[in-house]
């Protein structure tokens, strides 16, 4: 179950999968973004930044007990864009690639989706509706966009690098008056940092309303 490629119609009745609970799982968004909401230039992140990235790996990677997953959501380029060294850095975590064009599960990845739809009722089939604490989409920029949409949504994990870089992916814009950002989050730094010479902040925006209950 744990390594395959899954073809599943958005209609499927999830009722059925997660018995006795509304269905619904956390819906995270991390990413850093600078001045212009740049994201990534040729496929890399255009900073270096050591500790931004312990943070991402930190945050995505936690989970409350042992035994437990969070799933991971990637679009095909962003999934080929990162050196295989990077999937050994993320216990605890099962990777879900989309496409449209890939037939064969790629390598280090446990899923392959057609579409964000297709994700979600994964993650709501046995065993992963047990295991699977929190959803994190890490991108694209189409993955990103899809996610904020959806109503699980609930956080966006947004690093504001405070400096001006040549990108050609950006992060989507999104509604601040539904995402509010807040002063104060749980584990997360909340102080300006600076690495390389460049100024940081680590970010977190919640959405004011969630639909249904955590399962």
């Given at each position: 179950?744990?390594?395959?490629?899954?073809?599943?119609?958005?209609?499927t009745?999830?009722?059925?999968?997660?018995?006795?609970?509304?269905?619904?799982?956390?819906?995270?968004?991390?990413?850093?973004?600078?001045?212009?909401?740049?994201?990534?230039?040729?496929?890399?992140?255009?900073?270096?930044?050591?500790?931004?990235?312990?943070?991402?790996?930190?945050?995505?990677?936690?989970?409350?007990?042992?035994?437990?997953?969070?799933?991971?959501?990637?679009?095909?380029?962003?999934?080929?864009?990162?050196?295989d060294?990077?999937?050994s850095?993320?216990?605890?975590?099962?990777h879900?690639?989309?496409?449209?064009?890939?037939?064969?599960?790629?390598?280090?990845?446990?899923?392959?989706?057609?579409?964000f739809?297709?994700?979600?009722?994964?993650?709501?089939?046995?065993?992963?509706?047990?295991?699977?604490?929190?959803?994190?989409?890490?991108g694209?920029?189409?993955?990103?966009?899809?996610?904020?949409?959806?109503?699980?949504?609930?956080?966006?994990?947004?690093?504001?690098?405070?400096?001006?870089?040549?990108?050609?992916?950006?992060f989507?814009?999104?509604?601040?008056?539904?995402?509010?950002?807040?002063?104060?989050?749980?584990?997360?730094?909340?102080?300006?940092?600076?690495?390389?010479?460049?100024?940081?902040?680590?970010?977190?925006?919640?959405?004011?309303?969630?639909?249904?209950?955590?399962?």
């Open positions: 179950m744990l390594n395959q490629t899954v073809h599943i119609v958005p209609s009745n999830v009722s059925t999968m997660c018995a006795d609970k509304e269905p619904r799982k956390p819906l995270r968004l991390i990413a850093a973004a600078c001045n212009n909401m740049g994201i990534g230039k040729d496929g890399h992140l255009p900073w270096d930044l050591p500790t931004e990235f312990k943070f991402f790996l930190e945050t995505t990677t936690n989970v409350s007990l042992p035994g437990k997953f969070n799933m991971m959501v990637w679009g095909r380029g962003c999934w080929f864009s990162n050196a060294s990077l999937f850095m993320m216990p605890n975590v099962l879900v690639v989309l496409s449209t064009t890939l037939s064969t599960l790629p390598e280090h990845a446990h899923f392959l989706c057609q579409d739809d297709s994700m979600i009722s994964l993650a709501l089939l046995q065993p992963l509706c047990d295991l699977v604490e929190t959803i994190w989409v890490v694209g920029p189409q993955v990103y966009q899809e996610a904020l949409v959806h109503p699980w949504c609930e956080l966006i994990f947004l690093t504001d690098i405070m400096a001006d870089f040549d990108c050609d992916v950006f989507p814009q999104f509604d601040r008056s539904i995402f509010k950002k807040q002063q104060w989050f749980p584990g997360v730094p909340n102080e300006i940092q600076e690495e390389n010479g460049v100024t940081f902040k680590f970010e977190v925006f919640k959405r004011e309303i969630c639909s249904a209950e955590v399962i």
